[in-house]
């Protein structure tokens, strides 16, 4: 029995599953400014063609992820989600 495809499901499940937390923190503490740090932890190339796959759903996580940075900031201005307030604001 090949269980590469349940395994590959499941590491792609994982990794998309801590990104949707892993936004909203990221916004909250830095904002929309640290959307390079997720453009470059998605340019990682391998030869190994099963951590190749796991490592191209990491980026394109990581590379959603910028888009997903704006549009939480739009939800927070809407109130969905708290606003980190910041020592130089009074």
């Known amino acids: 029995m090949n269980y590469h495809g349940i395994i590959l499901g499941l590491a792609t499940f994982l990794c998309i599953g801590m990104f949707h937390p892993l936004v909203i923190k990221s916004e909250y503490h830095f904002g929309v400014k640290c959307w390079p740090a997720f453009l470059v932890a998605g340019s990682l190339f391998v030869e190994n063609i099963y951590v190749s796959v796991i490592l191209g759903v990491f980026s394109f996580s990581c590379f959603w992820s910028i888009l997903e940075l704006y549009q939480q900031r739009e939800?927070?201005?809407?109130?969905?989600?708290?606003?980190k307030k910041r020592k130089n604001e009074d």
């Open 75 to 83: 939800r927070v201005r809407k109130g969905w989600f708290p606003e």
